[in-house]
């Protein structure tokens, strides 16, 4: 049995429990939350019966064998270095920290305590991103040449996700005193690890960041809105091919839309996770001249939970890794010193 222990335990976390309750051989064992309400809430829900109010608690206790970090980003850092140290395994939420540097030390600490580290990039629970992945990295495109991503969020115009003016999980996304990067933080490092993961590295890039006037003063209580809420980055991938990759929350008509279009010389693919997370669409050979898209099955992959379980039971490490999660950091940090 893995015993699992769960710090932080609002929105994603319920996800999270949802998950590990579905994986032979995992058991929840406890709940860690500052706010001991909604630690005991969800302890309640998920059948937990260990509750904590703080990590140094939780690792007193010390009947566990890993975690899964869903604080939010500020807390990532500093709330997971211990628990390496005490020889714990971590899957933690993204952005892996708030800057790249964080991020490294979070990698070298894992590595250095010999654990099972992933960051929880939960867009390659999708099967048609390894599938793009192994046509890019077999050549059956011929050399890319130009790739466009896109993740669009429309939650600061419609309230299909609830109210972002009255609740905390909103407002701390849309404050940098509060740990936000933004969209770029949010979504932008999906979309990043998205377009990268096939294509390979970013070697240089320009960003745009925006944040545009949520509310009259651009204050909600003790949230300053200042964090970016529409990104563009022009990008330059280390094999040669230009990127477009952009990021709003402001996509009216777009609930959460993930895409991925990747041209090269000898085919094309594309991904919408609004249609298909397990399919994708390519033209190439005899298809190319007439521009027709061919449907692409991509078959099953394991989620993240279960990569980070199966991790932890062979011993050893699924991608992607805290090395993984601190070299999206990077570019996180590229961005916002170029925009
Ligand atoms: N991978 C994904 O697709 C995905 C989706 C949603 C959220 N997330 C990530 O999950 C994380 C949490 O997001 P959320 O929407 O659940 O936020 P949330 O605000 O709903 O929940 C965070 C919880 O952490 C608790 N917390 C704060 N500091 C803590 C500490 N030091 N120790 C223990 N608990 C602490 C808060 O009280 C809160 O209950 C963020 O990093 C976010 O980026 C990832």
Redesign the pocket.
Known sequence: MIRMAI???????H?HAEEYSRIEGVELVAA????ED?AQAFAEKHRIPNVF???EALLDFGAFDAVSN????R??S??TLPLLQAGKHVLC???LAENHADALRMAEAAQAAGVVHLV????RNASAIHKAYELVQSGQLGTVMHVEASYLQSWLVSKAWGDWKTE??WL??LSTQHGSKGTL??IGV?ILDFATYPVGPIEELSCSLKTFPEVKGTQIGEYPLDANDSMVISARFANGALGAIHATRWATGHHNTVALRIFGSQGSLRINLDQSLTSLEWCTGENIDSGTWESLDCGATPNMYQRFITSIQTGVSDQPDFFRGAEIQKLLDDCERFA
């Open positions: 710090v932080g335990t609002g929105g994603m976390a996800r860690c939350d500052v706010r909604v109010t703080e990590v869903v604080t939010p980003d807390f990532h500093v709330t939420e993204k952005p929880n990039f939960s867009y905390d999980k701390w996304r933080g949010d999906h």
